[in-house]
């Protein structure tokens, strides 16, 4: 199935307001037809997110053969930007599908479901799909072996490294799933559960359903959600932690980073405390070591880059790696570690 | 107002299951004209919640002065028992309102919506109160005290340890607000927000909604949800307390209890364990003690609750007592000492 999508990033077009844009760019390239921001119509993704030759386009009208509108951004609180309500109607009146990871439905929104009926064409509300189960803490198979991505922050690239280890780890042979638990991550794997918009009481039961959906792998490798440090979405980092109960954490850090995204009075703590958190907040369920680090290293030069990452090696004794810059592969090797340890103790 | 509430317990008048309607009966004893439990017919509330005179009665028939129909229970995942349907409905064609705390919503109900309708009667759905906002970690008043109460697991008496205080606070003249967090707080104070159906990413922003809605009190009391060594909520529970920020907490357990509730297979830490890992989740967002200890002590005679109490002020150097056997008072006293340290630190 291709979805030949229109991807909405009118005047959002930067790498963090618009990650679902570049993600789905980077990981579904066959799909998508075309970018729609008329500031910047006539360049193409690369010159604005660092990913890709899309098209960057002015009107729906340029992008004939498209299929489907996929909303691009991901912003706080999941609300869509008034002044893209038009170009929603319009893409349902040329008859696209409208995909959107936005916490306000659009199947809710009487006049687009009215319209939508009316044309034929469906609302894809990623996150609407909520499980009502409560985790119970059984059931989890020992011998698939569960790594999780967690961060300092939001927006540091824990899908992305999730998907960049699967992917490697396919590459070498393994049967490894990826696990999806955001919007974004979502659309591009095609299956998962928008934890983050679950019913309070169930995040850690989704989490929990997302590890038996797909504990007939060898390795999932479960996406992370916020950050223990954020103060709006830490309940969602932890339940989901507690729910999936990884084996091994990929701690996952953006150089430069120094307060949460959005809240500038605050301060983030050093990586050394972010590192023992995790480990003591997981360890209520059972103890599990973050095993190696993905720096996300975008502001820096090639150089300092490689800087940073020696001397974060020398600070906390692990793999650490940039998967763009310097691919997955020491991340690999720190899950393969694991899972023969592992291999050793199931029997 | 006089609610004149019947309280629904089928089956299920227990002090853990029936927790609402304890609750209610203990702290608007003025609003309760019966619990209606069939199997239990002829006795009182006393008899098996230990606590009030409430008529238990067979028949919504043996109650004709009720004015609103109270479902007692707070089960796990919050769904209403199928044997209860049939009560409802005859509740709603005796003119009856509806009061329900469970997560599966009344009104949502077709069949029940109508008939409401047509009886001219409310479905109150005490957690159909969703905020989407997210907690931004401003704006909060640091000449308002704020104390949270944690627990070891569900169901250890949060909520009746912040009434006690709350309520003990203001006996002395203290200006002091309880912040109800769930179903059952919600319908004793009148107010509050249901944090634990919120939408995961707003956890946090409900619960600090909650405190600048009520800051202009000198000290609120807020109720904790969960626990973090509750597998199914610790979500819940990390979100609130990052949520309210609070200065003191007060940590809750039940002598005996040594698995979660419902989860005979997980064993629950040490206390001393559970107080440093809240005052380290805590400490993510601001530096917080325990400074006192709710012991539950329903489970042992008198001998033992003073044992068990000597014991624990020994090793944790804290207040500690039972609010029903004891009375609230050495916790207040806590809450006061730390307004007077904060007192001098506020200008």
């Known amino acids: 199935m291709n979805r030949r999508f229109v991807i909405l990033t009118e005047g959002q077009t930067n790498p963090i307001r618009a990650k679902t844009a570049s993600c789905v760019i980077r990981y579904c390239p066959d799909e998508v037809v075309a ?3 008329r500031g910047h119509a006539g360049k193409v993704s690369r010159d604005l997110l660092g990913v890709g030759d899309v098209p960057i386009i002015a009107r729906l009208a340029d992008a004939p053969e498209a299929k489907t509108l996929l909303i691009g951004i991901a912003n706080p609180g999941g609300l869509i930007p008034d002044a893209w309500r038009a170009i929603i109607v319009e893409a349902i009146e040329r008859g696209l599908d409208v995909v ?3 916490h306000d439905f659009l199947a809710d929104d009487p006049e687009l479901a009215a319209l ?7 609302l894809i509300d990623v996150r609407n799909n909520r499980l009502s189960r ?19 922050d939001c927006s540091v690239g824990k899908m992305v490294v999730s998907v960049e280890v699967t992917n490697a780890l396919k590459a070498r042979g393994y049967d490894a799933k990826f696990a999806a638990t955001g919007q974004t991550g979502i659309v591009v794997e095609g299956d998962g559960y ?8 169930f995040i850690s039961g989704a989490a929990e359903q997302l590890v038996l959906d797909h504990q007939h792998h060898d390795i999932i490798v479960v996406e992370g959600q ?7 979405y830490s309940g969602v980092t932890l339940g989901l932690l507690h729910g999936c109960q990884p084996h091994g954490m990929i701690l996952c850090y953006e150089v430069g980073r120094t307060s949460p995204l959005g809240l500038e009075h605050i301060t983030l703590p050093p990586l ?8 003591i907040a997981a360890a209520t369920r059972r103890p599990c070591p973050v095993i190696g680090i993905a720096m996300n290293s975008r502001l820096l030069t090639k150089t300092e880059a490689e800087t940073e990452r020696k001397e974060m090696q020398r600070l906390f004794g692990l793999p650490v790696c940039d998967v763009f810059r310097h691919g997955a592969e020491p991340l690999v090797e720190a899950v393969l570690r694991l899972k023969a340890i592992r291999d050793q103790l199931v029997p």
């Open 116 to 122: 939508a009926s009316k044309h034929q064409v469906r």
């Open 226 to 232: 916020g950050s223990l440090f954020h103060p709006s």
């Open 100 to 102: 959107s990871g936005m």
């Open 272 to 279: 050394s405390t972010v590192r023992r958190l995790y480990e």
């Open 35 to 37: 970018l729609l921001d």
């Open 134 to 152: 409560i985790a119970r803490g059984e059931g989890l198979r020992e011998d698939c072996l569960r790594i999780h991505t967690v961060g300092h």
């Open 194 to 201: 928008p934890i983050d918009c679950m019913v309070a009481d």
